[in-house]
T-cell receptor, first 113, second 112 residues
Framework: KAGVTQTPRYLIKTRGQQVTLSCSPI?????VSWYQQTPGQGLQFLFE???????NKGNFPGRFSGRQFSNSRSEMNVSTLELGDSALYLC????????????FGSGTRLTVV | EDQVTQSPEALRLQEGESSSLNCSYT??????LFWYRQDPGKGPEFLFT???AGEEKEKERLKATLTKKESFLHITAPKPEDSATYLC?????????????FGTGTRLTIIP
């Protein structure tokens, strides 16, 4: 059974640019969440999508946005990149209510220079 | 706001030396407490979900326990392959609170 797939694995962008990250969930998982992981702040919740609708949102500025497609694949977009956006961005999928919680992908390492 | 504090930040053990990791939490109605393991360059890997005080779960050399204020991850006779960062997270109840709030983790190193 394929896991959560995130592309690309690594990205280097310049301050002020925008970036789009992609996540394909486990087959049958309709919920997709995004987390930002940094050494100082740890893992922080960005947002969750279910059936193409944003279900929950964390405390991030509006530069961070996302969407989900009818096949449950999700994209996350960050506009006007700042140096502080450098982080590991993790996508997780789940079956809502399942005991095993979230299954995470390996992440996209974004470096802003 | 939900909060999770993990201690210690880092722990070095000799192979076979048992110990415990602590996760203290405050949450407005606990829906679940999760333990994950994260290896360098990878995403967190699910270990356990605990739902109510007094609950315990085991997997190989790991045992997780839960009280109303904290959870412990007990590691018995660890091996070098148990070296990783162990993350604790809570999910609160209530509308709009269905998300994981993570602690900053305990970095565990097992020395052969």
């Amino acid at each position: 059974k394929a896991g959560v797939t995130q592309t690309p694995r690594y990205l280097i962008k310049t301050r002020g640019q925008q970036v789009t990250l992609s996540c394909s969930p486990i087959s049958g998982h309709r919920s997709v969440s995004w987390y930002q992981q940094t050494p100082g702040q740890g893992l922080q919740f960005l947002f969750e999508y279910f059936s193409e609708t944003q279900r929950n949102k964390g405390n991030f500025p509006g530069r961070f946005s996302g969407r989900q497609f009818s096949n449950s694949r999700s994209e996350m977009n960050v506009s006007t990149l700042e140096l502080g956006d450098s982080a590991l961005y993790l996508c997780a999928s789940r079956i809502i209510g399942a005991d095993y919680g979230y299954t995470f992908g390996s992440g996209t390492r974004l470096t802003v220079v | 706001e939900d909060q999770v504090t993990q201690s210690p930040e880092a722990l070095r053990l000799q192979e076979g030396e048992s110990s415990s990791l602590n996760c203290s939490y405050t949450v407005s109605g606990l829906r679940g407490l999760f333990w994950y393991r994260q290896d360098p360059g990878k995403g967190p890997e699910f270990l356990f979900t605990l739902y109510s005080a007094g609950e315990e779960k085991e997997k190989e050399r790991l045992k997780a326990t839960l009280t109303k204020k904290e959870s412990f991850l007990h590691i018995t006779a660890p091996k070098p392959e148990d070296s990783a960062t162990y993350l604790c997270a809570v999910m609160g109840s209530g509308f709009g609170n269905e998300k994981l709030t993570f602690g900053t983790g305990t970095r565990l190193t097992i020395i052969p």
